[in-house]
């Protein structure tokens, strides 16, 4: 190939390149939209579990509803997950950039940010990945808090003897959901 064609080509590959860059800001409105999905129905789980019989009943569907919602919300393009700096489940254990997002969360809240509105995303080796921060509410409380029921406390550490995931008040942050899609970069 001569110059002229080589530089050509190159030139196309390059504008090529800015073509495919992905769209971050339609990327995070439909990251968005996944965690609306996958949150609202762990917390319609729970929720049912609390009503149907109090943290005794609402625990067993958690321990296994919980995977199963996941699995089921990462069947398509999105993977979708939840993380935390406290894991009650060591399979949710996060990565170098969870860590440090999950760590930069808890300084954001710190300095006034509105919890419902901590988010972060950011490209990494193809892929687009999303995380937003979960604030504990009252019903949390039952199994992340501060004064479990007795019987509670011991169900919970049966089921996750290294379990690190209470001692929680209300307005802190639980932990994170953590999203990423493939996405094409180059
Ligand atoms: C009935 C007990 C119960 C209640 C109430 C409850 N959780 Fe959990 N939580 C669990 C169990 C059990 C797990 C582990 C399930 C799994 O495998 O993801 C868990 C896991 C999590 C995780 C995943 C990270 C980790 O530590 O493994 C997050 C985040 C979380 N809970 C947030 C919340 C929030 C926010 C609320 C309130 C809206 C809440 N939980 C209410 C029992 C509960």
């Given at each position: 190939m001569n110059k002229l064609l080589l530089s050509l080509a190159l030139g196309l590959a390059a504008t090529t390149a800015t073509a495919a860059e992905p769209d971050t800001a339609a990327l995070t409105m439909e990251a968005r939209q996944q965690v609306k999905a996958f949150g609202g129905e762990l917390l319609q789980t729970v929720?049912?579990?609390?009503?149907?019989?109090?943290?005794?009943?609402?625990?067993?569907?958690?321990?296994?509803?919980?995977?199963?919602?996941?699995?089921?919300?990462?069947?398509?393009?999105?993977?979708?997950?939840?993380?935390?700096?406290?894991?009650?489940?060591p399979n949710n254990a996060p990565?170098?950039?969870?860590?440090?997002?999950l760590k930069s969360f808890d300084q954001r809240l710190a300095a006034g940010e509105d919890p419902m509105k901590i988010d972060a995303s950011t490209l990494e080796n193809g892929q687009f990945r999303y995380m937003k921060a979960i604030p504990a509410g009252a019903v949390c409380m039952n199994c992340h808090g501060q004064n479990l029921q007795a019987d509670v406390s011991k169900k919970l550490s049966e089921l996750y003897p290294a379990d690190q995931a209470v001692g929680y008040l209300p307005g802190q942050l639980r932990g994170a959901f953590t999203l990423r899609k493939a996405v094409a970069t180059q």
């Open positions: 929720q049912q579990g609390m009503k149907a019989g109090g943290p005794m009943a609402a625990i067993p569907l958690c321990n296994t509803e919980a995977p199963q919602i996941k699995a089921r919300h990462s069947a398509g393009d999105w993977q979708v997950g939840r993380t935390s700096l406290k894991l009650r489940n990565d170098s950039w969870e860590l440090a997002t």
